[in-house]
């Protein structure tokens, strides 16, 4: 299968952001994308560096106008297109969303991330409440797509439960990076920390990973802090850890990666870390703490 990545930076001009990633999805296409995954919250700014009330009317229904406008492309260009949206479900009540569009256009179903973080200049509890679709792969003309956001990312067990309910990758639209204040020794801890949790759970669980991140500098709206520098560095894991493809920290990117969903079966045999799971033993896992 082949994948299409697109690292992109944005602006606060929306309708510019969107005609962009029109843009490089039509040239992931052209080179081959059957399934072509966007960054987080793609269509703006990452607005969550401050807490403000006004932010909530940038929020859409879904189905509506994004997944409206990329449906018509995604059915033209014949490709699988995972989208990150502000969904509003009710007055009061928002989602960060994935949303996997189908090669007709048709929404072929939607993931709520899970895990929302509370970090300064990514105040997104401020914004999302916790999503409750649990963790369900969705099933695509391309495979079932294990499709998780962000901060997700730094956990085993949305990984885990995403490959036991038979997902054949995982997948992150993601929107992470340096605050200016911190060391060039802490920038690189984070983000090779960051790349290494990924890997592991590629390996952990024999599946191809792959990781879309935003690049560019983004100003904190309130002065408070320097804004957030988005790392990109977008990559590709094969299932036993392989590095496919690795992008740059600094430069707007697409690509597109082949992936061999038949390596995960053969993965699997050589290590076959579920067969030896000790499932009587786990019961601990469903709390918050054990001391």
């Given at each position: 299968m082949k994948v299409g990545l697109i690292q992109q930076k944005n602006s606060s001009d929306i309708p510019a952001n969107i005609a962009t990633l029109q843009n490089n999805i039509r040239a992931c296409a052209e080179q081959g994308a059957e399934l072509v995954i966007l960054q987080e919250l793609h269509?703006?700014?990452?607005?969550?560096?401050?807490?403000?009330?006004?932010?909530?009317?940038?929020?859409?229904?879904?189905?509506?106008?994004s997944t409206e406008q990329f449906g018509i492309l995604a059915k033209e260009l014949g490709i699988v297109l995972v989208l990150s949206l502000f969904e509003k479900?009710?007055?009061?009540?928002?989602?960060?969303?994935?949303?996997?569009?189908e090669k007709d256009g048709t929404i072929a179903g939607r993931y709520r991330k899970m895990h929302?973080?509370?970090?300064?200049a990514y105040y997104e509890k401020f914004y999302f409440t916790p999503g409750d679709l649990g963790f369900e792969p969705i099933q695509t003309s391309v495979g079932k797509l294990g499709v998780l956001v962000c901060w997700d990312q730094w956990y085993p067990e949305a990984a885990r439960l995403m490959a036991m309910r038979?997902?054949?990758?995982?997948?992150?639209?993601?929107?992470?990076?340096?605050?200016?204040?911190?060391?060039?020794?802490?920038?690189s801890r984070q983000l090779h920390a960051w790349v290494t949790v990924q890997r592991g759970h590629a390996v952990a669980n024999?599946?191809?990973?792959?990781?879309?991140?935003?690049?560019?500098?983004?100003?904190?709206?309130?002065?408070?802090?320097n804004?957030?520098?988005?790392?990109g560095n977008s990559f590709v894991a094969g299932p036993q850890g392989e590095l496919l493809a690795e992008f740059s920290n600094d430069r707007e990117e697409i690509r597109v990666v082949k992936i061999d969903k038949t390596r995960s079966e053969n993965v699997r045999r050589w290590w076959p870390f579920f067969r030896d799971r000790r499932i009587d033993a786990f019961d601990g896992l469903t709390k918050r703490f054990l001391i």
């Open positions: 269509n703006g700014l990452y607005f969550c560096q401050t807490e403000d009330t006004s932010l909530f009317d940038m929020a859409e229904p879904i189905p509506g106008p479900r009710a007055p009061g009540l928002y989602h960060n969303t994935a949303v996997v569009l929302i973080p509370d970090d300064p038979g997902a054949e990758l995982l997948i992150y639209p993601t929107a992470i990076g340096w605050e200016s204040s911190d060391t060039e020794e802490e920038k024999g599946l191809p990973v792959v990781t879309v991140n935003r690049t560019g500098h983004e100003p904190d709206p309130s002065g408070q802090t804004g957030i520098q988005f790392w």
